[in-house]
């Protein structure tokens, strides 16, 4: 059995789908802090399997305790956190406490129970803004922007010190790149409340007329049309990366880190012009100026998950699009 940290969230709730529909059984740990019981219902509508769920907070070491007791849990997954780039600047200690201690108390139940096996979600973020695109996984990592960005850095070291304190860990650190997209069905997607920080929940809100229109925040950036660079990834391939790291963690120890990207940078209005192909609307939009910390351009090399995993991104921007709008028209109203 597999424990899924934040499992009823954007990308928790299609890991679970990928791993029930590969025959994994799943428990699903998540407080419903930014996500709602419904998904489990939705994640069972799609994969014919409900998974077991139990609504806790993975810095209770109690809640902890009792789960690994009384199931058989062989691996986790840990998607349980704080996400908001701007909110880490106001509430600091709320994001160290949910990211950085969150994963601390996780992983000393783990190893009390004898459970070595991780798959920790982090972010392109960690790496240094200087390197040069694209990035792979010996860029270098450091001076991240934000403090959600350091809480990302600070696991990282601390799974790497646990490998080299026990060589019966096996972890895998996957640093995704900007997932976007939505379950096919239109059952699962992404959901933030109120104004959305993210591009593509921004632009869905626009098409909805939920919001008037988008800010482009820059235009002046060193890239071919001028606004930022994004390796854009659907979830679902983001997914499947997940279940092929779990499943080379069970041959492999220690840490290993992948990149999840597709190795394309799209722009902001490369991103415009998909919604608009695919939706048939014009979006509205202005350009504003530059937001705080963002970087012209972000991409990857994702060669080796492909060399290590056999895993590639396979579907395309306007996939992504198209998956994103489904789930926008079906849930926003
Ligand atoms: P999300 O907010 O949709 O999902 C996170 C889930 O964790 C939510 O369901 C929330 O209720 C739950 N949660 C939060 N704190 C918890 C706690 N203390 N105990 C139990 N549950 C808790 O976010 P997501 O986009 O699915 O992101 C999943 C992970 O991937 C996060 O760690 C995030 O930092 C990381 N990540 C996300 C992105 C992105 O752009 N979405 C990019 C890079 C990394
Ligand atoms: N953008 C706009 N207008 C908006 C929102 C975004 O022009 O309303 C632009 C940004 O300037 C950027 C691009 O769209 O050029 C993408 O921005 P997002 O906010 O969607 O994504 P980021 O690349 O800033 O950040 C995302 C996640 C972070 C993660 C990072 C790297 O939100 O959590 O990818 O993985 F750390």
Known sequence: MILLTGGTGFIGSHAAVELLS???DVIVLDDL???SFEVIDRIEKISGIRPKFVQGDVKDVAVLNKLFGEFPIEGVMHFA???AVGDSFKYPLEYYSENVVGTCVLLSVMQAFGVYDIVFSSS???YKPSN???LSEQAEVGEQSNPYGRTKAVVEKMLADLALSDPKWSI??????NPIGAHPSGLLGEAPNGVPNNLVPYITKVLTGKLERLHVFGDDFDTEDGTGVRDYIHVEDLSLG????YEFLKHHSGVNVWNLGTGIGHSVFDVVRAFERVTGRSIPYEISARREGDIARCWANPSKALLDLEWKAERTLDDMVRDAWRWAQYNLN
């Open 22 to 24: 590969g025959g994994y």
């Open 33 to 35: 802090s930014n996500s």
């Open 81 to 83: 956190g704080l996400k």
């Open 124 to 126: 392109a973020t960690v």
């Open 132 to 134: 040069d695109m694209p």
């Open 172 to 177: 895998a650190i996957l640093r995704y790149f």
């Open 242 to 245: 997940h279940l092929k790291a």
